[in-house]
C-alpha cells in the first residue's frame, strides 16, 4: 500500500476517532464503534477513499 495520510491528516483522524469512541461509551451506543475507521487509518497511513480521488498528504519520500 502506498502511504497516502500525512502528519496533520493523521492527528486529525485520531482526535476524531477518539472523540466518536467517546461519544459511543457516552451515549452507551455501536456507533462508536466508527472510530475504528478513522483510526485504523491513521494507523495504517493509508485512506482508501484518498487513493480513490487520488489525494495525497504524506511527504513526498
Avoid at 452507551?28 to 491513521?42: C, N
Avoid at 494507523?43 to 482508501?48: R, S
Wanted: glycine fraction near 10%; aromatic fraction near 14%.
Amino acid at each position: 500500500m502506498i502511504k497516502n495520510v500525512g502528519g496533520a491528516d493523521k492527528i486529525i483522524r485520531y482526535i476524531i476517532g477518539i472523540v466518536l469512541a467517546a461519544w459511543g461509551v457516552y451515549a452507551q451506543s455501536w456507533w462508536g464503534l466508527l472510530a475504528i475507521i478513522p483510526i485504523g487509518t491513521a494507523l495504517m497511513n493509508f485512506c482508501p477513499m484518498w487513493f480513490l480521488f487520488k489525494v495525497n498528504t504524506a511527504a513526498k519520500e
